[in-house]
């Protein structure tokens, strides 16, 4: 688990340091990219939903461990969708996604700032904070996919 968390780090920091058109020589390696980002999220949040919606026992250390990984995912599938990235794989980003860019930057802030929330509630050890906190997180996941991810 801490290699993962060191990994995500290191991976933050690489994203941070290059510019978004650098990084990428094809557009599929953007959406790959922008696709692995979100599927180590979503692993690691599904991991706190378990704990939040009780099918799994609570366990404290790795809630803050599975929240400070999605805190830092959270930042990080954006560069992969750049101009030119809506074709190159398949992909189920819908077109909204390019002709409503600051609405999408919108749904993209506002998880990351409930990712942040979220860590800080697992840090508290307690399980209603968690939830609570867990359930605006997932409100804003799936506010996105709603707008901008084909079913």
């Known amino acids: ?9 290191a991976a933050a920091t690489l994203t941070v340091s290059a510019p978004a058109s ?5 557009a599929e390696d953007a959406i790959k990219y922008r696709q692995s980002a979100l599927f180590v999220m979503g692993q690691h949040f599904g991991r706190l939903g378990a704990m939040a919606n009780g099918r799994v026992p609570f366990d ?21 969708f ?18 409503e860019q600051a ?6 802030d506002k998880l990351q700032a409930e ?12 399980l209603d904070n968690l939830k609570t906190a ?11 996919h709603d707008n901008y991810r084909a079913k």
């Open 1 to 9: 688990m801490k290699a993962l968390a060191a990994f995500a780090l």
């Open 22 to 26: 650098a990084q990428f020589a094809k």
């Open 60 to 80: 404290a250390k790795a809630a803050q461990e599975n929240a400070d990984v999605v805190a830092e995912m959270a930042k990080l599938p954006w560069a992969g």
């Open 82 to 99: 750049g101009a030119g990235t809506d074709k190159g794989a398949p992909t189920k980003a819908l077109p909204e996604i390019w002709t």
């Open 103 to 108: 609405k999408f930057k919108e749904h993209s």
């Open 115 to 126: 990712s942040v929330k979220l860590a800080a509630a697992a840090k508290t050890g307690n």
């Open 134 to 144: 867990f359930g605006a997180a997932a409100g804003t996941c799936k506010a996105c």
